[in-house]
């Protein structure tokens, strides 16, 4: 996967980022934070290409790469879902266009959760979280219309393959 070219206003707040990646993990949440809520806040930085669809379901465009963290533009086509999991590393996101539905979860096993909240995010919302956890969720596009999210991961892209450590089936709960 190329990385992808982006401004030099983008690229500075990337690098800036990858630095406080190598910093406690507050000061690296609160710097996650603060950028994605200036990607929010300025999506006409973001490479429109990155921010559309390739088919049904969600897509993952990479925004930027490096071996300590990746950045994504995930885009939500309506009825898109992803399994109940937690994550291997860091897990930062932010909301620019849509609803998403975010549903926690409590593991009852290694292979199953229930359902112990849910929330309807707009844009603007931004979550972050270490992998320290527990922190299982699931986000679902249940609206009408496509939504994007930016997601901050601590983890390379060209060594791991996604930022999922475990997924769970839904028990009734």
Not at 26 to 46: F, K
Not at 130 to 148: K, Q, Y
């Amino acid at each position: 996967m190329t990385q992808p070219t982006v401004s030099a206003e983008v690229a500075a707040m990337m690098a800036d980022l990858a630095v406080s990646a190598r910093r406690t993990p507050d000061a690296y949440l609160a710097s996650a934070r603060t950028t994605l809520l200036r990607l929010l806040a300025r999506p006409e930085l973001l490479d429109p290409s990155r921010l559309t669809a390739h088919g049904e379901g969600l897509s993952r465009n990479l925004l930027f790469g490096t071996e300590a963290l990746s950045v994504w533009a995930m885009v939500w086509a309506p009825g898109a879902i992803t399994p109940v999991h937690d994550h291997h590393c860091s897990c930062c996101f932010g909301l620019l266009r849509g609803t998403l539905r975010e549903t926690w979860y409590r593991a009852i096993s290694d292979t199953h959760a229930v359902a112990t909240r849910d929330a309807v995010r707009t844009p603007g919302f931004v979550a972050c979280m270490m992998p320290s956890g527990p922190n299982l969720h699931r986000i679902a596009n249940d609206g009408p219309e496509a939504a994007v999210s930016i997601h901050v991961y601590g983890y390379d892209h060209r060594v791991q393959a996604s930022s999922i450590h475990r997924t769970y089936a839904v028990a009734a709960g």
